[in-house]
């Protein structure tokens, strides 16, 4: 089996058995409109919010772009571009929608 698919899988159930402190806070955590939130709003949570949570957020993102887009496929440095990008971007421009910046500069005209 591949090195990489292994990791995955160890990662997935170490998340699975979280500790119940971890669930607990996951539990208080707001759902994110992500078609409504602007590139402001978005900033100002990542600013305040952990980076376990901004991964998952932009982890997000990046599925999200993938089914627009039909990528199947995660490039770990690719993501860490767009996120840089996105951050940029949306430093940038904080009224416009995130998912309008996120395609703006994750989704290639190739």
Do not use: H
């Not at 932009?58 to 860490?80: A, F, R």
């Not at 996105?86 to 994750?106: F, R, T, W």
């Amino acid at each position: 089996m591949n090195r990489s698919l292994i990791a995955a899988a160890l990662c997935l159930s170490t998340a699975l058995c979280a500790p119940t402190l971890a669930l607990a806070k996951k539990a208080q955590m707001q759902n994110i409109d992500f078609g409504a939130i602007t590139c402001g709003e978005f900033m100002k949570e990542l600013s305040t919010g952990s980076a376990e949570d901004a991964g998952v957020v932009l982890m997000w993102i990046d599925g999200y772009l993938s089914g627009v887009s039909g990528d199947k496929s995660l490039n770990w440095k690719n993501l860490e571009k767009f996120s840089t990008d996105l951050v940029a971007y949306c430093g940038s421009k904080p009224d416009a929608k995130v998912l309008d910046a996120a395609e703006a500069v994750g989704i290639s005209d190739d």
